[in-house]
Nanobody, 125 residues
Framework: QAQLVESGGGSVQAGGSLRLSCAASGYTANYYCMAWFRQVPGKEREGVAAIVSDSSTAYVDSVKGRFTISKDKAENILYLQMNSLNPEDTAMYYC???????????????????WGQGIEVTVGA
């Protein structure tokens, strides 16, 4: 069974950077789409960045130009490089992957069937 474990979160001042990592283990051969989501209390979980096996990526408008999603296929690690952070980026961040083929990056939460436990990111003003 596939599992995901996030790391790299923490606290940073506005304008700073963090890099989140998500290590995948177990049987991951059939998982072609991965993504980062985030959630703040009282709000719905939103997609932040997504990637497919051919390295096509997608980003929510609020992070375009600041965040970069990438994947180390050899090590089975998903990354999210976050630059120019602002307080609105404060949230619990989750990595997720979905089984089966996907041709384009997706933020469809219902399509992701493996989730990490989440990691907190706090950005001070």
């Amino acid at each position: 069974q596939a599992q995901l474990v996030e790391s790299g979160g923490g606290s940073v001042q506005a304008g700073g950077s963090l890099r989140l990592s998500c290590a995948a283990s177990g049987y991951t051969a059939n998982y072609y789409c991965m993504a980062w989501f985030r959630q703040v209390p009282g709000k719905e979980r939103e997609g932040v960045a997504a990637i497919v096996s051919d390295s096509s990526t997608a980003y929510v408008d609020s992070v375009k130009g600041r965040f970069t999603i990438s994947k180390d296929k050899a090590e089975n690690i998903l990354y999210l490089q976050m630059n120019s952070l602002n307080p609105e980026d404060t949230a619990m961040y989750y990595c997720a992957m979905r089984s089966g083929w996907c041709s384009i990056p997706s933020f469809d939460i219902g399509g992701y069937n493996v989730w990490g436990q989440g990691i907190e990111v706090t950005v001070g003003a």
